[in-house]
């Protein structure tokens, strides 16, 4: 049974991190593009950042850049993204997904999704 994941979420001050990281299950990470989505509340769900199991680039979205970081760990199966200088704006459900069919990086066309994981950043 594939299955993604995802942990690390909770309650952060602003300038706060969060490591959130996606185990999966049932398939090899290595064969798959990766990303990470958020969906906020009344907005519609954006990619965040990508990695492309092609060429292992990675890309993010210009709101995010220089603050998060994506890796993979080829052993452990997971996909993790650290998130630094958070902002009440990066508040938000956080998803993990990944696709076999080149799509997913950079073009976030995925069809593997775990069940996503709450990030609030408040003072």
């Known amino acids: 049974q594939v299955q993604l994941v995802e942990s690390g979420g909770g309650y952060v001050q602003p300038g706060g991190s969060l490591r959130l990281s996606c185990t999966a299950s049932g398939l090899n990470l290595k064969y798959y593009d990766m990303g990470w989505f958020r969906q906020a509340p009344g907005k519609e769900r954006e990619g965040v950042s990508c990695?492309?199991?092609?060429?292992?680039?990675?890309y993010y979205t210009d709101s995010v850049k220089g603050r998060f970081t994506i890796t993979t760990d080829s052993l452990k199966n997971t996909v993790d993204l650290q998130m630094n200088s958070l902002k009440p704006e990066d508040t938000a459900v956080y998803y993990c997904?990944?696709?076999?069919?080149?799509?997913?990086?950079?073009?976030?066309?995925?069809?593997?999704w775990g069940k996503g994981t709450l990030v609030t950043v408040s003072s």
């Open positions: 990695i492309s199991f092609s060429t292992y680039s990675t």
């Open positions: 997904a990944v696709t076999r069919y080149g799509t997913g990086c950079p073009g976030y066309v995925m069809d593997t």
